[in-house]
């Protein structure tokens, strides 16, 4: 597993709960994060962290006795995955922006044009129901006269009704 692990005030990186030891390729000492710090620094559920990993958008490792292990840098793309599908991103976009986000290429002007379009996507939704709900006002007004008719010819034909509406009035 290769990651960068965060070091305690004392320097001591074993001082950091959470944090495993690993070695990287070239003998360097790196340490892995588990899933319950991962959740504890990015805000980021352990269940959603588990869906993330499980779809391969959060890449983990698996200590031997099986547990996830997760790079220092997977906080940053948690959090970025997060706020992703909190806006309202598809899984299947989040995905596609992820590598981009990760090499440090998604630019500030990319996010702002990922925004605006799913921007389009909700004013889109929000046109929709704004017309569904034209539909179901004009609905109801026509079953309230359709109500109210039914009650006229009802009380046409029953002497009984117009009897009383007649007490009524007076």
Known sequence: MVSIGVIGVSGNPREHRGYE????????????????????????????????????????????SGHREFASGAVREAIFIAMSRDLGFSLERVAQMLPRYRAGTLSFDDMKAFMEERIAEVDAVLAEQRALRRRLVQHVRWLMRRKASFAQRAAARNPFILAERSKRRR
């Open 21 to 64: 030891s690993s070695h990287s390729a070239k003998g360097v000492r790196l340490w892995a994060m588990k899933i319950s710090e991962l959740a504890r620094l990015s805000g980021v559920s352990v269940h959603r962290l588990r869906r993330y990993e499980a779809l391969g958008m959060l890449p983990a490792a698996r200590s031997p």
